[in-house]
Nanobody, 124 residues
Framework: QVQLAESGGGSVQPGGSLRLSCAASGRTFSTYVMGWFRQAPGLEREFVAAGDWAASTSYADSVKGRFTISRTSAKNTVYLQMNSLKPEDTAVYYC??????????????????WGQGTQVTVSS
């Protein structure tokens, strides 16, 4: 089993920044995928950003140029730096982790483990 510990959510004004962290522990994979999805009230969960063990990354069009995903050298922690936040970024953000496969990074089916979620609120 893999456990995911998320942190870094909160409230910020439009144009502000937040950084989310997600640490994976337990029986982690050497070839992995790790990313972030979000879900706003009344909407389906959507892909935000992800990376893999080979340092490939993928971003949703709505966050390109504003969000950056990165990882520690130990490769068991991933960060999501969110800049120029907009009210439409308000959602619960979920960390996701899985064994690397043929599935694209943006597919929820690529991930076997999910965090509990952290709230991000962008409001003036």
């Amino acid at each position: 089993q893999v456990q995911l510990a998320e942190s870094g959510g909160g409230s910020v004004q439009p144009g502000g920044s937040l950084r989310l962290s997600c640490a994976a522990s337990g029986r982690t994979f050497s070839t992995y995928v790790m990313g972030w999805f979000r879900q706003a009230p009344g909407l389906e969960r959507e892909f935000v950003a992800a990376g893999d063990w080979a340092a490939s990354t993928s971003y949703a069009d709505s966050v390109k140029g504003r969000f950056t995903i990165s990882r520690t050298s130990a490769k068991n922690t991933v960060y999501l730096q969110m800049n120029s936040l907009k009210p439409e970024d308000t959602a619960v953000y979920y960390c996701a982790y899985g064994l690397s496969s043929w599935r694209t990074l943006s597919s929820a089916a690529a991930y076997q483990y999910w965090g509990q979620g952290t709230q991000v609120t962008v409001s003036s």
